[in-house]
């Protein structure tokens, strides 16, 4: 059994959005048609509480993209982004979120980040999904969404440790790239044996 894992085509990733990637919006309907290829589709949604501890403005003196020391390790501070309920979470208004058998939500404990769909920042709290593909029988991942370097690249490399053979199409993700963190991303999804298609 073969999923589609939609990761965080929300209106904040998307250009005009809080922490837009650039040409988010493009990959939104050829992601829409992909969807009946699938035995199931997933999505996942960012959803932060209001001063959630990844956002640069709950650090003083601190600005979007400083880094910070967390307990769980280095973390990257962002603009305000996906706060739980607002516009910005919503999903792209063009994404078919009917078509969805499941939305799992993440990043909403106030102190952890979470990147990956699968495990929080901190590499160890889990999210639920990998019981929930496991109990389907899903054994096949493709990935497609934002950011390449961020949320795909930590929810692929954990479902390929996790033992999933997954796939990532490059054409239908964008990415942020700070600091070469998109190179960064391709190489350690290559080293962790995801195809990269
Ligand atoms: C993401 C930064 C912060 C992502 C989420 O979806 O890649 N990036 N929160
Ligand atoms: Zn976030």
């Known amino acids: 059994m073969h999923a589609l894992i939609v990761i965080d085509v929300q209106n904040d990733f998307c250009p005009g959005g809080a922490l837009a990637v650039e040409r988010g919006d493009e990959i939104v309907q050829p992601i829409n ?15 932060h509480p209001a001063g959630h501890s990844s956002f640069a403005s709950t650090h003083a003196g601190k600005a979007p993209f400083d880094m910070v020391e967390m307990p ?3 973390q990257v501070l962002w603009p305000d982004h996906c706060i739980q309920g607002s516009p910005g979470a919503n999903f792209h208004t063009e994404l078919e979120v009917d078509r ?3 939305i799992i939500r993440k990043g909403f404990r106030a102190a952890i980040d979470s990147y990956s769909a699968f495990f929080e920042n901190d590499h160890t709290t889990p999210t639920g999904l990998e019981g929930y593909l496991r109990t389907r ?17 930590f929810s692929a490399v954990d479902a390929a440790k996790l033992g999933f053979a997954v796939t990532v199409r490059q054409d239908l993700c964008r990415g942020i790239d ?17 195809t990269l298609a």
């Open 33 to 47: 048609a992909l969807m009946a290829e699938f035995d199931a589709v997933v999505l996942t949604q960012d959803w």
């Open 137 to 153: 029988g899903i054994d096949r991942l493709t990935m497609v969404g934002l950011a390449t370097d961020f949320c795909v690249n």
């Open 100 to 102: 969805a058998e499941l």
């Open 178 to 194: 700070l600091d070469g963190s998109l190179q960064a991303a391709l190489d350690g999804m290559k080293e962790a044996g995801v």
């Open 72 to 74: 769980y390790g280095p």
